[in-house]
């Protein structure tokens, strides 16, 4: 949660440093250090005894973004792409995890079919190939043929394109797909 540049709920001053201050988990309430010392750790806002929020932030063990283990120091972000870590509560922690999870399952079912089409373009560029005649013609013949098998390779070409195209987005799919679903 970001505590600087909030009002404190004791002094009404702004915050300047997130380090000087702290929030209530249960009403978001934003109190310096110091303030809330002097008041005897009570909230005003919800008149009960100050719950900090840093002692109910949910971590996750693993980064959303990237998919790497994030370290044991608790940090809200991942030291290696930035992503997000930390969340207030372990009910908003709970609902990223669902969140995060289903664009996984959309990410390897998206990329599943990419591959699945990869594979059907692949294949009729070969049956289009494979699909040629015998050129043991006579020279008219030959040359319609010729055009005839031209025609085939140039769609082949274009359907193999097609192919790795559709290989390649599903393969990034199923790679973007893995951090989120690991992601506990």
Not at 51 to 78: E, F, W
Not at 97 to 105: A, I, N, S, T
Request: proline share 2%; net charge positive.
């Amino acid at each position: 949660m970001q505590l600087a540049d909030s009002r404190c709920c004791f002094c009404s001053r702004t915050v300047v440093l997130q380090a000087e201050a702290t929030a209530c988990a249960r009403c978001k309430s934003v109190a310096h250090i110091d303030c809330l010392q002097d008041a005897g750790n009570s909230c005003p806002a919800c008149h009960t005894a100050w719950l900090n929020i840093a002692d109910v932030v949910a971590y996750s063990k693993r980064c959303p973004s990237c998919g790497a283990v994030t370290s044991a120091a608790r940090l809200s972000s991942c030291s290696k792409c930035g992503g997000q870590t930390a969340w207030d509560s372990y009910t908003d922690y709970l609902a990223a995890q669902r969140k995060f999870h289903r664009l996984g399952v959309g990410k390897a079912v998206g990329g599943s079919f990419a591959l699945l089409a990869a594979a059907l373009f692949a294949a009729l560029a070969v049956a289009v190939l494979i699909g040629h005649k015998d050129l043991a013609k006579t020279s008219d013949e030959i040359g319609r043929d010729l055009a005839d098998m031209a025609g085939r390779f140039m769609v082949s070409f274009v359907l193999f394109g097609v192919a790795g195209t559709s290989a390649y987005l599903g393969v990034r799919q199923l790679t973007k797909a893995l951090p989120l679903l690991r992601f506990v």
